[in-house]
């Protein structure tokens, strides 16, 4: 009698732990059709928005919850129509300098009163995100001119 008990708590143990076992991989499973489920409309949205949209305009994206307008790298797009409004105003801007530009001489076309401090930091941010997608040159001293 003794053996069939320490068998049966061993098995009560066992089956304990397999019960367990078997709620985390059900409760994985579902997190995996969740995301499953996300994945798909994610696609699916992507493929409407891609049908509809004419690849030489500006596009939106989400990020940390917020819609902001792309700024593509150089190659992805033919031309500056692809740029938001802003951002081509700024390479029409280092272009009419015809050489080195500094931010606040792009800032001063732009109406931006640089005596005011930290107002040309946006604008200094767009132009090296400009200059990182391949649309400007940025020169080690903090000047831009345009790419050939």
């Given at each position: 009698?003794?053996k069939?008990?320490?068998?049966?708590?061993?098995?009560?143990?066992?089956?304990?732990?397999?019960?367990?076992?078997?709620?985390?991989?059900?409760?994985?499973?579902?997190?995996?059709?969740?995301a499953?489920?996300?994945?798909?409309?994610?696609?699916?949205?992507?493929?409407e928005?891609?049908?509809?949209?004419?690849?030489?305009?500006?596009?939106?994206?989400?990020?940390?919850g917020?819609?902001?307008l792309k700024?593509?790298?150089?190659?992805?797009v033919?031309?500056?129509s692809?740029?938001?409004?802003?951002?081509?105003?700024?390479?029409?801007?280092?272009?009419?300098?015809?050489?080195?530009?500094?931010?606040?001489?792009?800032?001063?076309?732009?109406g931006?009163?640089?005596?005011?401090?930290?107002?040309?930091?946006p604008?200094?941010?767009?132009?090296?995100?400009?200059?990182?997608?391949g649309?400007?040159?940025?020169?080690?001293?903090g000047?831009?001119?345009?790419?050939?």
């Amino acid at each position: 009698m003794e053996k069939i008990a320490a068998r049966r708590a061993e098995l009560d143990g066992l089956a304990e732990a397999l019960a367990k076992q078997l709620a985390e991989v059900d409760a994985e499973r579902e997190e995996l059709a969740v995301a499953e489920r996300v994945l798909r409309r994610l696609y699916e949205q992507e493929a409407e928005e891609g049908a509809g949209r004419n690849a030489s305009a500006p596009q939106r994206v989400e990020v940390a919850g917020r819609s902001v307008l792309k700024v593509p790298h150089r190659r992805e797009v033919p031309d500056t129509s692809a740029l938001p409004g802003d951002y081509q105003r700024m390479l029409e801007i280092v272009k009419a300098a015809g050489g080195l530009v500094m931010v606040k001489e792009v800032g001063a076309e732009l109406g931006i009163d640089a005596t005011v401090p930290g107002r040309l930091e946006p604008l200094r941010g767009k132009l090296s995100k400009l200059a990182d997608r391949g649309w400007l040159h940025k020169l080690p001293n903090g000047t831009y001119c345009t790419r050939p």
